[in-house]
């Protein structure tokens, strides 16, 4: 209805963001902590009384004192204390499901600037991408937006030149504000949709900029299509490194990975199908 409250209306959570702006005399701040720490002097000088609880380390102790990674302070004047923790028996997974269905929005600026990303698979639950929050990040090829994105903001994937695949399994055209891909030349990025959400699609004055190519539910979240069925798989890591798996691997033989990549976390791409989060041990 006409007057409602946009945050209403994309279903936004309230939530309260603070920056902080640090000095290189402050690596003080540069932790939660220091930031309570601040802010706790600050309440009690200008607000109100407020307690500074420190997290409990009761339970943390070191279980084996042999193996630790050494360390050596030269200048004991200017580092007069210095700690470290060395932790072992990390599993590397995937993120429990009460963790990736909380991520609704993407804040302003989020990940501006950050070249190494080049591949973005983005969970079910993202709502909202908010303005500056991927721009300048040059190296992005791959961009993987689920089916439940509502609304992409103002200069959100501005300059991101290297971009050739955007996947979106919503029938219903995200609402763009401003101009979200200023700087990318849309017809050469393959724009992967619903093949009954076409027409939606090209009457979308910033979505029909795109190279439009309607593709089923199971194929929609991959840029291959039934042509490309020789094509080689591919592997993403978390960082966004692709790597080309030899020829001889072939796509329905690529879930046994072990020995072509370092151990870790990635995504597998093959021809015709989803994409699939692995891990190589």
């Given at each position: 209805a006409p007057g409602t409250p946009a945050a209403e209306y994309y279903r936004l959570k309230s939530d309260y963001v603070m920056e902080v702006?640090?000095?290189?005399?402050r690596i003080d701040a540069a932790s939660h902590y220091g930031v309570a720490r601040d802010l706790a002097a600050y309440c009690d000088c200008h607000l109100t009384h407020?307690?500074?609880?420190?997290?409990?380390?009761?339970?943390?102790?070191?279980?084996?004192?042999?193996?630790?990674?050494g360390v050596e302070v030269i200048d004991t004047q200017g580092a007069p204390r210095y700690c470290g923790v060395t932790i072992r028996g990390v599993e590397v997974k995937e993120s429990p499901d009460w963790l990736r269905q909380r991520l609704e929005a993407i804040g302003a600026d989020a990940f501006e600037g950050c070249s190494s990303l080049r591949l973005l698979y983005l969970p079910e639950s993202l709502r909202s991408?908010?303005?500056?929050?991927?721009?300048g990040c040059s190296s992005l090829e791959m961009l993987f937006l689920g089916d439940r994105l509502e609304k992409v903001g103002d200069r959100a994937f501005a300059d991101c030149t290297s971009l050739r695949h955007i996947s979106l399994g919503t029938e219903e055209p995200p609402i763009t504000w401003g101009d979200s891909f200023a700087g990318v030349y849309e017809p050469d990025v393959l724009l992967s949709v619903p093949s009954q959400a076409e027409d939606t699609y090209?009457?979308?004055?910033q979505w029909s900029r795109f190279n439009?190519?309607?593709l089923s539910a199971i194929d929609a979240d991959f840029p291959y299509t039934d042509s490309d069925s020789g094509a080689?798989?591919?592997l993403f890591s978390l960082e966004g490194h692709r790597l080309s798996l030899p020829a001889h691997v072939k796509a329905e033989e690529a879930a046994t990975l072990t020995g072509y990549a370092p151990a870790g976390f990635y995504i597998l791409c093959r021809p015709g199908m989803r994409p699939v989060k692995i891990i190589i041990r």
């Open positions: 702006d640090l000095t290189p005399n407020k307690e500074l609880h420190r997290p409990s380390v009761i339970s943390f102790k070191a279980d084996r004192p042999d193996g630790a990674t991408i908010a303005d500056g929050a991927f721009a090209w009457g979308s004055r439009i190519n309607p080689p798989a591919v």
